[in-house]
């Protein structure tokens, strides 16, 4: 098993450009989510996803968008990139079934100019 | 929602010390409640978790006590190593009530050899 991969490792983008953060995961889990970390901030989730074509927003959505075709993938897109997106994203796969163990990709780190 | 304290959000202590981290939660309704390492340029990794039915919970040097009524928890690392040094994350969630993770801010570890 790969567990949770995220693509790519690092990312550089303009102010207004466009872009999407691929995630997959091979465990055939029912939950995935994208969070962003900030200095000082923690985790925080952007939007999450209880099965394939279910999709919810969470504490800070605003600028982005997800879709999930697939267990295995889900992509996050920034529609339009600000500096305030700036930051390292995760996405993180838990199984359901009696456990809650959520599992983080590598990350992302994005730096918008 | 919920709101997930942590402190203290830096900790040094000498090799062979105990370190204690804690953390608050507001929403009596989560029940489920894990500790993540983060090691530089990775994701979180679960190290322990603690049920809401459950006081404590021991794993070799790691330990971690749940008191429901104060709605706090806390993580405890005896015979600290250099290895433990890392971010500690403490998370909050309502097992079986979807995806959502409420992450502290985080603390940084540092044993001094």
């Known amino acids: 098993n790969a567990g949770v991969t995220q693509t790519p490792k690092f990312q550089v983008l303009k102010t207004g450009q466009s872009m999407t953060l691929q995630c997959a995961q091979d465990m055939n889990h029912e939950y995935m989510s994208w969070y962003r970390q900030d200095p000082g901030m923690g985790l925080r989730l952007i939007h999450y996803?209880?099965?394939?074509?279910?999709?919810d927003q969470g504490e800070v959505p605003n600028g982005y968008n997800v879709s999930r075709s697939t267990t295995e993938d889900f992509p996050l897109r920034l529609l339009s990139a600000a500096p305030s997106q700036t930051s390292v994203y995760f996405c993180?796969?838990?199984?359901?079934?009696?456990?809650?163990?959520?599992?983080f990709g590598p990350g992302t780190r994005l730096t918008v100019l | 929602g919920e709101n997930v304290e942590q402190h203290p959000s830096t900790l040094s202590v000498q090799e062979g010390d105990s370190a204690v981290i804690k953390c608050t939660y507001s929403?009596?309704?989560?029940?489920?409640f894990p500790w993540y390492k983060q090691e530089l340029g990775k994701g979180p990794q679960l190290i322990i978790d603690i049920r809401s039915n459950v006081g404590e919970k021991k794993d070799q040097r790691i330990a971690v006590t749940l008191n429901k009524t104060a709605k706090h928890f806390s993580l405890h690392i005896t015979e600290t190593q250099p290895e433990d040094s890392a971010v500690y994350f403490c998370a909050a969630s309502i097992r079986g009530g979807g995806n959502q993770f409420y992450f502290g801010t985080g603390t940084s570890l540092t044993v001094i050899p």
């Open positions: 929403d009596s309704a989560s029940n489920y």
């Open positions: 996803s209880v099965g394939a074509g279910i999709t």
């Open positions: 993180a796969s838990t199984g359901t079934g009696g456990t809650d163990t959520q599992y």
